[in-house]
């Protein structure tokens, strides 16, 4: 037989023995009464529900009986208490309260005047009065402020709980009852200063109070705005004003948001004021408009888009707001407001906690706050010339974007759907305890009661998550086309019916979003998107998302661009577009690369197929030299006879790993030591290639076997292995002849193939050129191109100078005969790696080279400063450094002999030779300097050593180096800061004894 506790745990309740009990307490009118436990069942937590009654009963048993004979009250009532433990605390403890839930004007919703009117007599204050002043300033004024205020809660919830008032009209009422707790909370304070008619005091609303959509439990945003009261003599006091002003509203504050018996109500905030927390808490009209006019931020009008008077001096509120509204509309005119935007959305973004982000309705991706931000993106850019978009609250100015077609039909009624659901999911999870949260909780039993307060009663918890989750993703989904699908429609071929944003607002939109020239992206656009083909279908599906990361990307225009250029060469492939579909994260770093780097968008115009690549970290980790110079071998085997076509095809294997190098660094995948590694790696496999293809090539128009053994070593940047993408191949080029082969002949040779590794590298091609520099050889310019083991020996033993001892420092085996290059660096070792060191006369000779080097070589008009090679503390100095210990001490400290500046910098620091203190500044503007070098090269495309001057330029290379839009003149002090300091490490270090 199923005992009472059974039947009522099937019936819902989690606990059917305290239930039983619970039920039992209140008699046995209520334990038979069916219809009682109906409702109570039917509350979205029936325990919690019957708690709160039995509480309440306790306080006033005859509210069993108004229950038994008004069905509206017991569905309202016990609505209330299933969803809220906060407001049956708030019954139990005002047990009259629950009368107002009963009869025909439970139903009513009242007007604003009635709240203000009702709240202002609850602190002792005539409605009526110009200017209403509460009796006192005590707590139980406070307290009953409190109480008043939750009545009229109570009576809003139990509308909500019950389907009788909508969100819109909720969120407009919760507005309406802050604003009359402000208009009392003023009351409150004038009645601690006499004084107080002296001044006109008005309270501004900002954010969800001003646009009458507030929730629950929120923080109030709010402006003050103030002007003396004209005295009898006609004098004014404009200063004494203010500071009255002043404690009126911290008054008005204090009154709203100190704990008293019956708690706070919430705080009131005043941080969207001028200059925020560090401004003045009240202003003139005249102090705010000369703020707004000179040094307001983008922000600050965006917020101002939801300014509205809501207590205090009215008239003087209409004139604050209608003055700044002649400024809000005019903000996408103004200067870097497409930097404040960018600055604004990183802003958003920043605020998710980690461990919260699948969870915050308000803050996660796709979340409230990303589309209220759209929303008034879209205000901003558009409702300067259309007034029609000029609303305050969300759902109305999405309807007016739709209507004018700014925003396509369908996504925002999808969009008005998510957002609706899930503030009606905050206000939920809000009203539980009137707690200030924006996160949906974890527990079974919370999400069994936010389930069944939306109706859901099969399986409450999995049809809530199924449902939640799905608005988010399509409020992402939709979030991240927002701006771009009415882009599509303005240039396709609509039906006239059809609303469609016209040309002019999609210029005004590419124009905010960061594209500086609209109508050459508005024709990329079309180009792409145009037609009947499955090309076009899939790219008017792709372009919305995409056009976004270009307008995240340092140079939107170039990334979409290039993403035409990419799509014009490969679009027709099966693959491509297909790959960007499924993988987003190939799409996102394509997009990515393509609006940072001419230097990648080069590459990948000659090697479109590598985009396969872009989707996966692993696929763009470097590859292991020795594989590459297999590969590039086989190459060349397939070209017998046809040395063009052999470093033709080695030069293209040469591209598509430069632009696996360069994604990769622009990702943060590799550092820029790993970056000169895998660079200087790609050329050894080069030159060794194009070596193979020469020395085939001679042999075959001699028709002889090279009569010669031929090395090529690797100097200056390639033999330190911190090759950038601009940098040369330094080289020097050594021969043996093999016995019973005349010197003259061999040499002949060895010139032709030297001159023809040259040649083939310098070929006009698609492709980077690889060029070779042979100049740091003996006697430079002027010596020979190539020599023999002998003559370098006999030229070192004879006319060697320090120069050329500090340049063969770099020196290391490159490509062609190992055993002959090993031979030459032994032959060098002596004169690098002096046993003694090298001589003061030496070191004089060097220190002079080098200042020489400072005062000559710097390019005119270069700014010494921001030049990374040659300018002070730039890759000159620290290498200088570094090479001059070595001549000095590598002799009898193996460890010093590397051609590598950071690993001698950390030898010489583990050698004692160097604190570790000053290493660590070397190596830091080391570093920064060679990432500065290859990020010029990758957004430029070209080689520079200095930071451009140019302005756009300058914020392209930065956005490269990770700094944010606002981030350039960061990147240039932080570039000045750590170069001084290795300045003063070097002029100690090099220049003294």
Request: proline share 5%.
């Amino acid at each position: 037989m199923q005992t009472t506790a059974g039947r009522l745990a099937r019936l819902g309740f989690a606990d059917g023995a305290r239930a039983e009990r619970l039920l039992d307490e209140l008699g046995p009118e209520a334990v038979g009464d069916i219809d009682l436990l109906t409702s109570l069942v039917a509350a979205a937590d029936p325990d919690l529900a019957l708690t709160s009654l039995n509480r309440l009963a306790e306080q006033d048993p005859s509210v069993l009986g108004a229950l038994r004979s008004d069905p509206g009250l017991r569905e309202r009532l016990l609505g209330v208490f299933g969803v809220s433990a906060a407001l049956g605390d708030h019954v139990v403890r005002h047990p009259d309260h629950w009368r107002a839930l009963g009869g025909v004007p439970a139903e009513e919703r009242p007007s604003k005047e009635e709240l203000r009117s009702e709240l202002l007599l609850a602190v002792g204050a005539e409605p009526d009065d110009s200017e209403p002043r509460s009796a006192d300033a005590s707590t139980a004024t406070l307290s009953a402020l409190r109480a008043a205020y939750r009545g009229r809660l109570l009576h809003l919830a139990a509308r909500d709980v019950t389907g009788v008032a909508s969100l819109s009209a909720v969120t407009a009422e919760l507005s309406d009852l802050a604003a009359a707790a402000l208009e009392a909370g003023l009351a409150i304070a004038r009645s601690e200063y006499p004084e107080a008619g002296s001044v006109r005091l008005a309270v501004i609303g900002m954010g969800k109070c001003g646009a009458r959509e507030l929730n629950y439990i929120s923080d109030v945003d709010v402006i003050f705005v103030a002007e003396p009261r004209e005295a009898a003599d006609g004098s004014l006091d404009e200063h004494e004003a203010i500071k009255l002003a002043t404690r009126l509203a911290q008054g008005m504050m204090r009154a709203c948001s100190t704990s008293t018996p019956e708690g706070a109500l919430w705080e009131v905030d005043a941080a969207l004021r001028p200059e925020g927390k560090a401004g003045p808490l009240v202003r003139t009209l005249a102090s705010h408009l000369a703020y707004y006019r000179r040094w307001a931020k983008t922000w600050e009008f965006q917020a101002l888009l939801k300014a509205r008077p809501v207590a205090g001096d009215a008239e003087l509120g209409q004139q604050y707001v209608a003055a700044m509204n002649e400024m809000v509309w005019q903000a996408a005119t103004r200067d870097k407001f497409v930097e404040d935007v960018q600055a604004m959305r990183r802003r958003v973004e920043a605020h998710v906690r980690g461990g919260e982000a699948d969870r915050q309705l308000k803050l996660g991706p796709g979340g409230l706050r990303d589309i209220e931000f759209a929303v008034q993106l879209l205000q901003l850019v558009h409702g300067r010339l259309d007034p029609l978009l000029r609303r305050r609250a969300t759902l109305p100015a999405l309807g007016a974007l739709s209507r004018g077609g700014y925003v396509g039909r369908d996504d925002a009624k999808a969009l008005a759907e998510a957002y609706t659901f899930l503030r009606q999911v905050e206000h939920l999870i809000q009203l539980h305890r009137l707690r200030r949260t924006h996160v949906v909780p974890e527990g079974n039993a919370d999400l069994r009661r936010l389930g069944r307060s939306l109706g859901m009663t099969a399986d409450p918890v999995g049809e809530f998550t199924t449902r939640w989750r799905r608005h988010a993703m399509e409020a992402r989904r939709l979030h991240e086309k927002l701006f771009y699908r009415p882009l599509l429609q303005a240039v396709a071929r609509l039906p006239e019916s059809e609303d469609r944003l016209s040309t002019s607002a999609a210029k005004a939109r590419l124009g905010a979003l960061g594209y500086t020239d609209p109508s050459g992206a508005l024709r990329h656009i079309s180009a792409l998107t145009t037609g009947v083909s499955r090309r076009a279908a899939i790219q008017r599906t792709l372009l919305p998302v995409m056009l976004g990361w270009f307008a995240d990307a340092p140079d939107p225009d170039a990334g979409l661009l290039g993403f035409r250029q990419v799509s014009d060469k490969l679009g027709s492939t099966p693959w491509y577009l297909r790959l960007l579909r499924d993988e987003t994260a190939v799409a996102s770093r394509l997009a990515r690369m393509l609006g940072t780097s001419r230097y990648v968008t080069g590459l990948l115009m000659n090697a479109p197929e590598a985009v396969a690549m872009f989707g996966s970290d692993s696929e763009l980790a470097p590859r292991p030299v020795e594989a590459v110079l297999s590969e590039a071998r086989t190459m060349v085997a397939r070209h017998p006879g046809d040395a063009e076509g052999a470093v033709a095809a080695v030069r293209a294997l040469r591209r598509r790993e430069l632009l696996r190098t360069a994604v990769a660094d622009l990702s943060g995948i590799i550092g820029i030591e790993e970056v000169g590694q895998t660079l200087s790696g790609l050329n050894d496999v080069t030159i060794q290639a194009a070596l193979d293809a020469a020395i085939d090539k001679v042999e075959m128009e001699r028709r002889t076997p090279l009569g010669t053994r031929f090395a090529v070593i690797a100097m200056g940047r390639l033999g330190g292995i911190e090759s950038s993408y601009g940098s040369d191949a330094d080289v020097m080029f050594v021969h043996s002849p093999l016995e019973g082969v005349p010197e003259r002949e061999a040499t002949e040779t060895a010139y032709e193939v030297a001159n023809e590794l040259r040649r083939l590298l310098a070929l006009p091609a698609p492709d980077p050129p690889l060029l070779i520099d042979p100049g740091l050889r003996p006697e430079g310019k002027a010596g020979p191109l190539v020599r023999t083991l002998a003559s370098y020996a006999a030229y070192y033993e004879r006319w060697s100078s320090p120069w050329e001892s500090q340049a063969l420092l770099r020196a290391r085996f490159s490509a062609g005969d190992a055993e002959l290059g090993v031979g030459l660096l032994h032959l060098a070792d002596p004169l690098r790696y002096p046993e003694r060191g090298i001589s003061d006369a030496a070191v004089l000779e060097i220190r002079k080279l080098k200042a020489r080097m400072e005062a000559e070589r710097l390019p005119r008009g270069t700014d010494p400063a921001l030049h990374t090679k040659l300018g002070p503390g730039g890759l000159s100095d620290v290498e200088w450094v570094a090479q001059l210990i070595q001549l000095r001490h590598a002799g009898t400290r193996p460890s010093l002999r590397t051609t590598r500046t950071l690993e001698a910098l950390s030898a010489a620091a583990a050698e004692g030779l160097l604190s570790e203190a000053d290493e660590a500044v070397l190596a830091e503007a080391w570093r920064f300097a060679s990432r500065i070098r290859d990020a010029i090269v990758a957004v430029r495309n070209r080689a520079s050593d200095a930071i451009p001057v140019d302005a756009r330029e300058r914020t392209l290379i930065a956005r490269a180096l990770g700094y944010p839009p606002d981030g350039t003149e960061d990147f240039v002090d932080d570039y000045r800061r750590v170069t001084r300091r290795a300045r003063r490490v070097v002029e100690r270090v090099f220049y003294e004894d």
